[in-house]
């Protein structure tokens, strides 16, 4: 089955400064890779995702890359703000698999 | 947008004894549900997978005669935590597909945070 490893656990960054969350998956049949946020307690929500046919999506201070060919995608997010501090988990799906596989999840912290 | 209902939000209850917990979607039908759990800083564990009308589907490791999963109806599927434990105390977490087969359209119910004394 698939296996997506996500780094780092833990990030604190200064307000104003850019963040970067990496993941890797095993599965080369996946194709669809959201990324969610969770806060303490809460549920986590979907703030971008990419298809395996494109390369990147950006949506104002968030964007997602993908590399296919070495099997993983990363979150970006500029200008953080300290209501970015929280919870971020990636995920993959695709070929036969009914469920996302999350990865480990990244706290960030936004230090204003 | 689709809403995943989840209840209650937090119980605290005995060891030994049984917890229910909820998940309906509100606006649309959801022949599958998931359910997961989740450690402090860790994260969602698949427990297993809820499908309408037949038996729920339960990944390694996970006792099924411990943790009851119900899809009575495509609106509502239960969890029941039989006979719990400290050890079971945890944020249990549902989701369900807005379309069937159609990964982006998964929705979270809010959680229960189960404190077993």
């Known amino acids: 089955g698939e296996n997506v490893e996500q780094h780092p656990s833990t990030l604190s960054v200064q307000e104003g400064d850019s963040a970067v969350i990496k993941c890797t998956y095993s599965?080369?049949?996946?194709?669809?890779f959201p990324w969610y946020k969770q806060e303490l307690g809460k549920r986590p929500q979907l703030i971008i995702d990419?298809?395996?046919?494109?390369g990147e999506k950006k949506d104002q201070r968030i964007a997602v890359t993908l590399n296919k060919t070495a099997k993983h995608f990363s979150l970006h997010i500029t200008e953080t703000q300290p209501e970015d501090s929280a919870v971020y988990f990636c995920?993959?799906?695709?070929?036969?698999?009914?469920?996302?596989?999350f990865g480990s999840g990244t706290q960030l912290t936004v230090l204003p | 947008g689709a809403v995943v209902s989840q209840h209650p939000s937090r119980v605290i209850c005995k060891s030994g004894t049984s917890v229910k917990i909820e998940c309906r979607s509100l606006?649309?039908?959801?022949?599958?549900m998931f359910w997961y759990r989740q450690f402090p800083k860790q994260s969602l564990m698949l427990m297993a997978t809820?499908?309408?009308?037949?038996?729920?589907?339960?990944e390694q490791g996970v006792e099924k005669d411990k943790f009851l999963i119900n899809h009575a109806s495509l609106t509502l599927s239960t969890l029941t935590v039989t006979s719990a434990h400290p050890e079971d105390s945890s944020f249990y977490i549902c989701?369900?597909?807005?379309?069937?087969?159609?990964?982006?359209?998964?929705?979270f119910g809010s959680g229960t945070q189960l404190s077993v004394l």
């Open positions: 989701s369900a597909n807005l379309l069937q087969g159609a990964p982006e359209k998964l929705f």
């Open positions: 599965d080369s049949a996946s194709n669809y």
């Open positions: 990419i298809r395996s046919n494109v």
């Open positions: 995920a993959a799906i695709g070929g036969s698999a009914r469920q996302l596989t």
């Open positions: 606006d649309f039908q959801a022949t599958t």
């Open positions: 809820s499908n309408e009308g037949s038996k729920a589907t339960y």
